[in-house]
């Protein structure tokens, strides 16, 4: 042994606390550690972000954070803009042509989620009062809305056909198209070949952060789904019932979006939209009643 090591073990220790009073201060210190473990667990429940990636389709989320308690399984006419006095549509269509309307639409072509499939516009139909987007095979279709704007609000009357393989979204995409910095906000995504749940998702930062939920309900009839984006918070609908709200400033997109509905080609993603099976039709439609555009 040193003599250091002597020197320090020769030195006078302090006196402990009784027995007593060292097991109190145990279980104190046991007790605060539990306390400050479950407020970190509510503060990130509550919080609802995600870090994780994205199955980026032009991007929903492996995992949508919560699950709301509304359960449309009907078919429903309520419409949040009549619910909220959104009043006098700035933009709309309710596709009572035979063809896409080519000064609003831009159809799309080229690659799907990542190359798994194709764009083709003749998988887009108009007729019957409605648009259709036929899904066959590794071909599907979708369009976007322009101008887009800052801020506003959108509801579109939708609903899709059941089958594995293809994932119906519509979504705010930013117009500089520099995801993820700019936002995304998808207010319907049904990856899932039952169409039994509706996710609402946020994504936002640089990280693609998202905040979401999922809604359960029978979306192959159908129903009327709306965003609301202001300055300060946005909020989603879904037969005029809101599902989803954030007010977290950092979630707010920052420049302008469009409308943009398309149904994606799978497989894709962490099982997120799975492949096609023996269950799945020859062809699945998403079908669009109306668009209708708000201000603010």
Avoid at 111 to 136: A, K, M
Avoid at 174 to 200: H, T, V
Avoid at 259 to 267: N, S, T
């Amino acid at each position: 042994m040193s003599d250091t090591q002597q020197l320090a073990a020769s030195d006078p220790q302090p006196p402990g606390p009784p027995p007593d009073r060292r097991r109190a201060v145990i279980i104190v210190l046991a007790v605060a550690a539990v306390v400050a473990l479950v407020a970190i667990t509510l503060t990130v429940v509550r919080g609802g972000s995600s870090h994780t990636t994205s199955a980026q389709h032009n991007g929903g989320p492996l995992n949508p954070q919560k699950s709301a308690t509304l359960d449309p399984n009907a078919s429903s006419d309520t419409e949040a803009a009549k619910l909220l006095s959104w009043g006098t549509p700035t933009a709309d269509d309710e596709f009572d042509g035979t063809s896409l309307n080519t000064r609003t639409w831009s159809a799309y072509s080229g690659g799907t989620t990542e190359n798994v499939g194709r764009n083709n516009p003749d998988n887009l139909v108009v007729g019957n009062g409605v648009l259709t987007i036929n899904s066959h095979g590794n071909e599907s279709g979708g369009l976007s809305w322009y101008p887009g704007q800052q801020y506003g609000r959108w509801e579109v009357r939708a609903r899709s056909q059941a089958g594995a393989g293809y994932g119906p979204v519509m979504l705010l995409w930013p117009d500089a198209e520099d995801w993820p910095e700019g936002g995304e906000i998808d207010f319907l995504e049904m990856p899932k070949p039952e169409r039994k749940i509706a996710n609402f998702t946020v994504h936002y930062g640089a990280d693609n952060s998202q905040n979401g939920v999922g809604v359960p309900g029978d979306f192959t009839q159908w129903h009327n789904y709306a965003v609301e984006w202001t300055p300060d918070h946005i909020a989603g609908f879904i037969d005029g019932q809101q599902i989803f709200r954030t007010t977290e400033k950092d979630q707010i997109p920052p420049r302008p979006m469009h409308l943009a509905i398309q149904q994606d080609v799978g497989p894709y993603g962490d099982d997120w939209i799975p492949a096609r099976n023996a269950q799945t039709p020859q062809s699945v439609g998403f079908q669009v009643d109306w668009v209708r555009i708000y201000g603010l």
